[in-house]
């Protein structure tokens, strides 16, 4: 087939011994742990999982140097894990949600913090706090067969060696396959979609020449430079 430009590359993910994943669209969860809920100054009652998402060619794999972003002062790391579908579906059952997991990666939901916060206060979108270029780091992915379905681990991030964030998976406030079956209600979700879970507390800034090394037990490290 031939095009009127040329056609945009594949975004892909390295997997863990096999063949790259091609992502198609990036779904994002908001206030996902209640800790971070209260530093953002939100009750973490258990109110509907929220969405937002990022362009497909945000991602930036692990080892990158990521340039600093423009139009912010207050660029902030958000630690994550990342779920990776392989299988679609719409209105999928919570029971049933797990099986279109393709695997599990570690991620970062880089923030414009100050584009984010001027955003909510006007009631206007947070696209441009949220998804802008090179925001949504991801290391390679590790497959449902060798990673399980992780409920319970260690996720922290670390800024220069210094632990800045550190929570665990077991105090998502919805599971995996409740944010997969609440978004396929929203959405019909297709192989190559991720989901970034939500982060815990300690989200904060970074500057130039920061290294951030991001972990969820049991799954590739994340490392990146700010430059
Ligand atoms: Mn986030």
């Known amino acids: ?3 009127a430009i040329p056609a945009p590359a ?20 908001g206030r996902n742990y209640a800790a971070h809920a209260r530093e953002m100054g939100h009750d973490p009652d258990r ?35 990342v779920v990776a579908l392989g299988k679609g579906g719409r209105d999928v059952p919570v029971e049933r949600a797990l099986d279109l997991v393709f ?5 970062l939901d880089m923030t414009r913090r100050d584009i984010q916060g001027a955003a909510k206060k006007l009631s206007r979108p947070w696209d441009m706090g949220k998804g802008f270029d090179h ?15 992780p409920t319970q681990g260690a996720v922290w991030l670390k800024v220069n060696g210094e632990l800045r964030q550190q929570g665990d998976l077991s105090d998502l406030i919805w599971s995996v396959a409740e944010t997969i ?32 090394l991001g972990h969820v037990d049991g799954l590739p490290d994340l490392d990146i430079t700010i430059v």
């Open 1 to 3: 087939m031939t095009f």
């Open 10 to 29: 594949i975004t892909t993910i390295p997997v863990v011994g096999g063949d790259p994943f091609p992502v198609r669209r990036i779904y994002c969860v």
């Open 47 to 81: 109110e509907p999982p929220f969405f937002f998402m990022k362009p497909t060619d945000a991602i930036v794999p692990t080892g990158s140097k990521v340039p600093y972003p423009s139009q912010t002062s207050d660029y902030q790391h958000e630690i994550e894990m």
């Open 103 to 107: 695997g599990y990666a570690v991620g």
């Open 135 to 149: 925001s949504a780091p991801c290391a390679p992915l590790l497959p449902v067969a060798q990673a399980g379905h």
């Open 181 to 212: 079956a609440f978004l396929s209600g929203l959405v019909e979700l297709f192989p190559g979609d991720l989901i970034y879970t939500g982060t815990p507390e300690g989200v904060g800034p970074v500057v130039k020449g920061d290294r951030l």
